[in-house]
Every structure is written in structure tokens, then in C-alpha cells.
């Protein structure tokens, strides 16, 4: 009883405070399209294009995905995996917007490209300060360029679809979307394979992070990560297994050990998720108090 009991709080320190957070390589695969009529009808970070949701990637962030990003720019590969992420996301936007001008050019000669142009070209330079990025500052700092660079990304999209958005007929947003689908996996598969490289190896550094603070030795299941033959599930049930063949003496040391992180760690996931309740309730009430407000009127 008492050794089924060990394992269980080790188990529940871990799950709760050390979790594993794999960074999903389905991420960027791209879904199939769903129909819409307009851009409410598409999914966050999509736009309604000729009846199809297509995806632009960059968007604004919610609470939760704030708390993500921060925790990912605390680790330097963390970091690079998510810069390569934005980058190619840009990368999307701009062989959309490639697109779009080539259309525009072939159907309505007359159209002035300066300011699209001008806008595809802001977007390339951020591709190259990306590609540039310095990775030798604070993990604050990196953050800090990463979220400037990003916000910068959503408004020249945003630009980009606005000043479009009255020049382009239905036959212009097929022939737009016939180009992406055929010209996309193409230009984008060597930036994915680069997107997915740095998930596996962020996903080993966690691993192994997770294993030396129970002082397990499991370079094999490391490797595994690596190279993508191991997902959450295999990580999870070997880690289980790992618990259940340490002594009781290990398994005592390693709840001394990992206690007062767990602590810690919990505290902080619950001040977080409180702030999130609180900011989320605001919301509701000023968007109840607009309300009354419009009605009185």
C-alpha cells in the first residue's frame, strides 16, 4: 500500500508541477479548409477567402498563450522553436500576399502595387531580422523582440488584406487560392522541416530535464524525442514505469528533492489561472455595462 502510495504522489508532483509540455509537430501542418461566408465564420487566426477559411498563423495572443510563450522563451531552444514558427508563419503570409499581386497584375493592370509591394517588403526584412535573431540576450529580452517582431507581422498582414479587400473579385480569390494550394507545400517544406527539427529537440531537452530531476538515466528514451519515435504517451509510460522500479529510499529523496519546486510552480499556475478569471470577468462586466448603456440610449 504504502509503495503504491509513493508512486502516486510522485506521479501527481509531476503531473501538476513538472509537466512534460511537448510542443505538438501537427502544429504545422496545415487543416483542411472550411467553408465560411465571411472572416467570423473562420477559425482565430484564419481569414474567409472565396467561401474557404484560410489560415494567416499570426494573430494576437489570448492570456493562456501569453503564459506559453513565456514559459517556451525561458529555454534557448524553446526560444529558436518558436521563432522558426513565427518565421514561417510570415513566410505564409507572404506567398499569400505574393499571390494576390501576381492576380491583380494579370486582372487589373491599372491597380497602383506600390503600397502592397512596400508592405510585402516590410514583411521580408522581418523574415531577415528572424533570421538574425540574437539569441545571446535575457530571456526577457528575447521575448521582448519576439513579441515586437510578431505584433508587427499581424499589423502588416492586416494592412496587406485591408487594402485588398475592395480590388478582388470571387474569380480573383479562386484563382489566389488555386495558386497557395499548388505553390505552399513546396516553397514552406524546407521551413517546416526546420519548424519540426527544433520541436524534437526542445522536446528532448524537457525530457531530459524531467528525468534528472528524479535522477533517472534514460538517454535512450532522450533520443527517442529526438528524432520524433517518441511521443507524450511513450515519454509518459516509461516515466511511470522508471517510478516503479526505484527503491523506496529513491523515491523518498526524490519527493525531498522536487517538493519545493512542485510548491513553487503550483503557486504560480494558480496565481496565473486566478488573474486569468479575474481579467476574464472584467470583460463580461464591460461588455454587459456597453450594453445597458447602448439600450438606455
Known amino acids: 500500500m504504502m ?11 509531476l503531473a501538476f508541477a513538472f509537466p512534460i509540455a511537448f510542443a505538438e ?20 487566426g484564419e481569414v474567409c477567402t472565396d467561401g474557404k477559411c484560410i489560415e494567416t498563423e499570426i494573430e494576437d495572443e489570448t492570456n493562456e498563450q501569453v503564459q506559453e510563450r513565456e514559459k517556451y522563451m525561458k529555454s534557448n531552444l524553446g526560444a529558436k522553436m518558436r521563432v522558426l514558427q513565427l518565421e514561417k508563419s510570415i513566410r505564409r503570409n507572404i506567398l499569400h500576399g505574393e499571390a494576390v499581386v501576381e492576380i491583380i497584375e494579370e486582372n487589373h493592370a491599372d491597380y497602383n502595387l506600390s503600397t502592397l509591394n512596400e508592405l510585402l517588403n516590410q514583411l521580408n526584412a522581418l523574415v531577415t531580422e528572424l533570421e538574425d535573431f540574437d539569441y545571446e540576450q535575457t530571456a526577457d529580452e528575447i521575448a521582448l523582440d519576439f513579441v515586437d517582431i510578431k505584433h508587427r507581422a499581424i499589423t502588416l498582414s492586416r494592412d496587406f488584406r485591408t487594402e485588398v479587400s475592395e480590388i478582388l473579385t470571387d474569380e480573383d480569390k479562386q484563382a489566389i487560392y488555386d495558386k ?15 519548424v519540426i527539427a527544433a520541436i524534437r529537440e526542445f522536446n528532448a531537452e524537457r525530457v531530459q530535464q ?40 529513491q523515491k523518498r529523496k526524490i519527493v525531498e528533492k522536487i517538493r519545493p519546486q512542485a510548491v513553487q510552480v503550483i503557486q504560480n499556475k494558480i496565481r496565473a489561472n486566478v488573474k486569468q478569471m479575474n481579467e476574464e470577468q472584467e470583460q463580461v462586466q464591460e461588455r454587459i455595462l456597453a450594453q445597458t448603456v447602448g439600450g438606455k440610449k
Open 210 to 249: 524531467m528525468l534528472q530531476r528524479m535522477g533517472i538515466e534514460n538517454e535512450e528514451l532522450v533520443q527517442k524525442v529526438r528524432k520524433g519515435e517518441a511521443k507524450i504517451g511513450d515519454v509518459q509510460r516509461e516515466t511511470r514505469q522508471s517510478l516503479r522500479d526505484l527503491t523506496p529510499e
Open 3 to 13: 509503495k503504491k502510495l509513493s508512486i502516486l504522489v510522485l506521479l501527481l508532483i
Open 25 to 44: 509537430e501537427n502544429e504545422t501542418i496545415e487543416s483542411e479548409q472550411s467553408i465560411c461566408e465571411t472572416n467570423d465564420d473562420c477559425e482565430s
Open 180 to 194: 497557395i494550394q499548388s505553390e505552399k507545400e513546396q516553397q514552406l517544406e524546407q521551413q517546416k522541416q526546420r
